[in-house]
């Protein structure tokens, strides 16, 4: 498998998490290290650090059901050990207040950019998600 087909897969992975609920490839394709790094396309928007990161995309991708993406415009380069991969994505589901019973609908498109380093599976080292405006 190509380093780019590679990379793709990790996002593909990523995103997934939230359809399947198996949280466990969260921590498995990114990089538990002090260099790791986050921006997110939700609150808090701070930039994060490997914990703090994991914690959050848990409690996201678990708190959405029917949730679905679409990644347009991959973009893949590779440098060497590193690599920068860049995307659209639009996500979909029902967020749900489980306090109400209640859900809100979720409608979002975002940019991203995932820098990997190859250490020595390709892992995410830094994630920046922005929302684009309506």
Do not use: C
């Not at 979909?92 to 609908?105: A, E, I, K, M």
Request: net charge negative; aromatic share 10%; hydrophobic share 35%.
């Amino acid at each position: 498998m190509s380093d780019t087909s590679e990379i793709l897969e990790i996002i593909g992975h990523f995103f997934e998490v939230g359809k399947t609920k198996n949280l466990a490839p969260l921590r498995g394709i990114q990089l538990d290290d002090t260099r790791f790094s986050s921006y997110s396309d939700v609150p808090p928007l701070d930039l994060k650090d490997y914990s703090t990161t994991i914690a959050l995309q848990e409690l996201r991708f678990v708190s959405v059901s029917d949730y679905d993406y679409e990644i347009k415009n991959p973009r893949v380069d590779v440098f060497g050990d590193s690599a920068v991969a860049t995307f659209e994505i639009k996500q979909t589901g029902v967020l749900v207040d489980n306090y109400s019973f209640r859900g809100q609908h979720l409608s979002m498109k975002s940019r991203g950019t995932f820098v990997l380093i190859k250490s020595p599976k390709w892992k995410i080292v830094h994630i920046h998600l922005t929302k684009i405006s309506d």
